[in-house]
């Protein structure tokens, strides 16, 4: 057996990944811990985001690290409330189960952008969603061609003027070996 899947997301240190076996229904979370000299001390699990009922297939932090987006192969993808008090055992609430509109395949990768914008990846199309409305903004259907597929993605770290109006951008690289620029929904 392999890890499938591992994130690391700053400021929060936040490590997670999925547990063994690779069909976990399940994501774990560790808090990265340092010593006043920077040395590493230890990962401890903080606590699982559980209640998928098929494999998880990507999970992305905000950018705040107050929220969390899974996806499974049940249909749905969910938003969690991870802002919370885990060292008193308290767990992370799931806001929104929304299930997928277009059941064609599940989303597969995730990057969550600002104003709670989330790029999901479903077969070669990418799907913008509403992390806080728990909805469906737009699809880019096939945006690096027909059947290549979008290898990876990640939004800019800092808004970018287009026509003179300030939007998020998210980057793609593809199979098409081309790297291509998207404006966010807004």
């Given at each position: 057996m392999f890890l499938t899947h591992i994130r690391?997301?700053?400021?929060?240190?936040?490590v997670t990944h999925t547990p063994f076996p690779a069909t976990s229904t399940l994501y774990q979370v560790h808090e990265v811990k340092m010593d006043k000299s920077g040395a590493f001390t230890g990962a401890p699990k903080v606590f699982d985001l559980k209640g998928h009922t098929s494999q998880v297939t990507a999970i992305d932090f905000s950018p705040d690290t107050t929220r969390a987006v899974t996806c499974s192969k049940d249909g749905t993808w969910r938003v969690w409330k991870i802002d919370v008090?885990?060292?008193?055992?308290?767990?992370?609430?799931?806001?929104?189960?929304?299930?997928?509109?277009n059941k064609k395949a599940p989303f597969t990768k995730l990057a969550y952008g600002p104003g709670n914008v989330v790029a999901a990846l479903q077969g070669v199309d990418i799907v913008f969603l509403d992390a806080a409305a728990g909805k469906v903004l737009e699809t880019i259907t096939a945006p690096h061609g027909a059947g290549a597929a979008v290898?990876?993605?990640q939004w800019a770290g800092e808004a970018m003027t287009v026509a003179?109006?300030?939007?998020?951008?998210?980057?793609?690289?593809?199979?098409?070996?081309?790297?291509?620029m998207w404006r966010g929904p807004g």
């Amino acid at each position: 057996m392999f890890l499938t899947h591992i994130r690391i997301h700053l400021p929060h240190p936040f490590v997670t990944h999925t547990p063994f076996p690779a069909t976990s229904t399940l994501y774990q979370v560790h808090e990265v811990k340092m010593d006043k000299s920077g040395a590493f001390t230890g990962a401890p699990k903080v606590f699982d985001l559980k209640g998928h009922t098929s494999q998880v297939t990507a999970i992305d932090f905000s950018p705040d690290t107050t929220r969390a987006v899974t996806c499974s192969k049940d249909g749905t993808w969910r938003v969690w409330k991870i802002d919370v008090r885990y060292t008193l055992n308290e767990d992370p609430k799931c806001l929104h189960t929304v299930p997928l509109t277009n059941k064609k395949a599940p989303f597969t990768k995730l990057a969550y952008g600002p104003g709670n914008v989330v790029a999901a990846l479903q077969g070669v199309d990418i799907v913008f969603l509403d992390a806080a409305a728990g909805k469906v903004l737009e699809t880019i259907t096939a945006p690096h061609g027909a059947g290549a597929a979008v290898t990876c993605m990640q939004w800019a770290g800092e808004a970018m003027t287009v026509a003179g109006k300030q939007y998020a951008v998210l980057a793609t690289g593809g199979a098409d070996r081309r790297v291509r620029m998207w404006r966010g929904p807004g």
